[in-house]
């Protein structure tokens, strides 16, 4: 018997942050803008800077999804031809539904947290970066998130259980009582803002070099004494904020608490023309 359903066409993956990328890369002048971004060349033209930032937020997001390289992801929107990008994000949303038991149990250790330090519920927050403020506490708003936004509020740990939200743009926890960045956050590879200023933060992570998104970094007005060597891998570093620590030592001077290896590092950093570094 002749199968009616043999060439019956499969739908089209979809994906609303695909989708928004596709609709902003259709002017060649924001996908130009972007090659040269990735390249290095930050200044963008005024007419479409907006679009373009959009631009990199939702590549950072995507990269991270798909695990693949930024101008693979501009490739495509210049040839058209964006399977591979689909399969990958496929691949990445059977993995979530795999794994629902398990983010269910994360999701609720989010939520518990939020309680704990009473933090608003998600609200709109208009900033020329963070977009929200707050934390929802509907487990699909948790998983849709972009920014967590959260600052003078009493708190003095950043639970672990934050590296499991797939979407996350931006951590502002500033003006906190946070003593200590988790192992396990350096694992959010879509992260392009840390703001954790004022707050008592000792050591950066030994593997903040895997949050290969991140574009800036403000530990100002904490109690830093390490710069870790994985922090030179962070190619998209612009801005790396570690003003007025609360031990009283500019980090570039001698009395700072900075071993030989932490100075050698920061050293090499104040030596790239891409970033910029307050000291």
């Known amino acids: 018997m002749f199968n009616i359903f043999n060439n019956r066409k499969q739908p089209e993956f979809r994906d609303a942050d695909l ?7 259709r002017d060649p002048r924001v996908l130009d803008a972007l090659y040269k971004f990735d390249l290095g060349i930050t200044r963008l033209p005024l007419d479409i800077s907006f679009q373009v930032q959009e631009c ?15 101008t693979a992801l501009f490739d495509a929107a210049k040839s058209g031809q964006w399977q591979s990008v689909h399969d990958r ?8 539904d795999s794994h629902q038991s398990q983010n269910d149990s994360h999701l ?3 939520i518990e947290w939020a309680n704990k330090y009473a933090l608003p519920e998600l609200s709109p927050f208009n900033t020329p970066f963070y977009k929200t403020t707050g934390i929802p506490r509907n487990k699909k708003d948790l998983m849709s998130l972009r920014f967590i936004h959260a600052t003078n509020a009493g708190i003095d740990e950043i639970p672990e259980e934050i590296a499991y939200l797939p979407n996350i743009q931006g951590i502002c926890l500033s003006g906190n009582r946070i003593r200590e960045i988790p192992e396990k956050i350096c694992e959010m590879s879509t992260v392009v803002m840390l703001d954790l200023d004022d707050n008592l933060i000792k050591y950066i992570p030994e593997n903040i070099g895997n949050m290969i998104s991140l574009n800036q970094i403000d530990l100002d007005e904490n109690d830093i004494s390490n710069i870790p060597k994985s922090i030179l891998r962070l190619e998209r570093l612009s801005a790396l904020r570690l003003r007025k620590q609360k031990h009283g030592h500019p980090l570039h001077y001698q009395a700072a608490p900075l071993d030989d290896a932490s100075q050698r590092i920061l050293a090499s950093l104040s030596s790239r023309q891409n970033l910029r570094l307050f000291l």
Not at 19 to 25: A, G, M, P
Not at 89 to 96: G, P, R, V
């Open 19 to 25: 989708d928004r990328f596709k609709e902003l890369t």
């Open 56 to 70: 990199i937020q939702l590549s950072n997001i995507l990269t991270g999804k798909c695990q693949i390289m930024s």
């Open 89 to 96: 994000l496929s691949t990445f949303q059977k993995y979530q």
């Open 108 to 110: 609720d250790k989010i």
